[in-house]
Nanobody, 127 residues
Framework: QVQLVESGGGLVQAGGSLRLSCAAS???????????MGWFRQTPGKERESVAH????????YYIDSVKGRFTISRDNAKNIVYLQMNSLKPEDTAVYYC?????????????????WGQGTQVTVSS
């Protein structure tokens, strides 16, 4: 089955940067470009929040308002990897970040629309 593995999380000071990676495997005949990808984040007691999304080719992207201008989602379909470059990090960005894949090629911002999920990677931003 499709597996997504996030990496790149860690502890960073406010204003710093991190790049999260999500590697996909087990595509079973489908190409990575068949999937739109998304990044979500969650803190205890809160609903999972949509952060950024990218369509099959990378030509269309979505960002939640709070991260616009700071985060960049990208993908390398040849390597089956989606990235989330996070700059100018704020303590409010602290969360477990999850990548997710949805079949069809075009993204949806709702978590319910995603078929596959990674295990999450912790991002902690200190003040």
């Amino acid at each position: 089955q499709v597996q997504l593995v996030e990496s790149g999380g860690g502890l960073v000071q406010a204003g710093g940067s991190l790049r999260l990676s999500c590697a996909a495997s087990g595509l079973s005949g489908r190409t990575f470009s068949s999937y739109a990808m998304g990044w979500f984040r969650q803190t205890p007691g809160k609903e999972r929040e949509s952060v950024a999304h990218i369509n099959w080719s990378g030509s269309s992207k979505y960002y939640i308002d709070s991260v616009k201008g700071r985060f960049t989602i990208s993908r390398d379909n040849a390597k089956n990897i989606v990235y989330l470059q996070m700059n100018s990090l704020k303590p409010e960005d602290t969360a477990v970040y999850y990548c997710a894949a949805t079949e069809g090629g075009n993204y949806c911002t709702g978590a319910y629309a995603y078929n596959y999920w990674g295990q999450g990677t912790q991002v902690t931003v200190s003040s």
